[in-house]
């Protein structure tokens, strides 16, 4: 079992944050190394296109690219619904020509356009309370789920919101050993190569939970370093503690060209991978004295082929680590907080396209979606 685990505050990694005249991110080596390429980012000012002029967005809890480079968002419309400033103009009279909330899902395409907006209570299934995570599979399909408080299922649909098929019930969850319902889960991939849906649940449970995608026929679940997972209260994180033997939030979920699932255990500080039968393999620390809410939000690949490059967003410093995907060695970070363009408050989902562009969702206050250009590798700098 290897631990790779994040130096402490004394001899942390010194990555360097900078943005130049045209807004390109460069990085730093981890200390007492010589340097590393890695990938280089430029913020994009012009993605995405406006909406609509009174529409309302809330915290954007979802990012997915499909296989066309559509890039999907989900935010949480639920927010708004509770705050008149948001929900004037639809009242009955209006109160104000500002505003109306956008509905929940979004799709882009390459250029911000925006191509459809959907979601919402329907007929047939149970639309989450609090929503959160999005996945657009291989087939087109779009899943979500949320964890509102008694959100304990999930949902796909087709590219135009044609309702498909609901795993869970809402108020219905049994925890950590219930095989028919989630637990306010958090995040969603499909594999392709086997048709199987694998969620990272989540906020309530300690788990990963496999389901057939077209059946919802429930497969297997893990917890971490591959335990069986239970409902014990493992109370709060504590960094100088051994490592916890069960998740505390499974957030991010992915699975790579070459068939280990990564997840990312937000408030443990960490990411684990697994085989895709739950056998774990390794590990790796991000600031692991993160206390708030957890360094380690959400996690995408790098486009490469080989996927090289691991993406672990770490909400609770509004940051990117950058590591190497095969040895799990931190390369460096990039991200800042602010509310200014190119800068990050609570990133919390990432994905990337085609191109090795980033789009990263940020929740809470942020209430936006952001693309940062991939410009190739570069050697990293201490300037």
Known sequence: MTRNRLPGAGTALLAIFLLTAVGTMLFEPAAGQGPALVPTFEWDPDWPGPLPEKWAVGPMVGVAVDDRDHIWVIHRRSVLLEDARYTAAAQDPPIAECCE???????????????????????????????????????????????????????????????????????????????????????????????????????????????????????????????????????????????????RTAHGIGISADGLVYVSDRANDRVQVFTKDGTFLREMFVAPHTRLSGAASGIAFSADPMQQYLYVLDGANHRVWIALRDSMEILGHFGRHGHWGGQLDVPHNVDVDSSGNLYIAETLQGRRVQRFIYRGLAPASGE
């Open 101 to 247: 909330p956008a509905p929940p899902i979004l799709e882009f395409d390459r250029d911000g356009n925006l191509l459809s907006a959907w979601g919402g209570p329907g007929a047939g299934y149970e639309w989450p309370q609090r929503e959160h995570g999005l996945h657009v599979d291989a087939d087109g399909h779009v899943w979500t789920a949320g964890n509102g408080p008694d959100d304990a299922h999930v949902l796909k649909f087709t590219r135009d919101g044609t309702f498909v098929l609901q795993i869970g019930r809402q108020g219905r969850s049994g925890g950590n050993g219930d095989t028919r319902n989630l637990q306010r889960a958090a995040d969603m991939k499909v594999d392709p190569s086997t048709n199987e849906l694998y969620v990272a649940d989540g906020y309530g449970n300690r788990r990963v939970i496999v389901f057939d995608a077209d059946t919802g026929e429930f497969k297997r679940m893990w917890g971490a370093y591959g335990n069986r997972p239970d409902d014990t209260d493992i109370g709060p994180y504590d960094p100088d503690a051994p490592p916890a033997t069960q998740f």
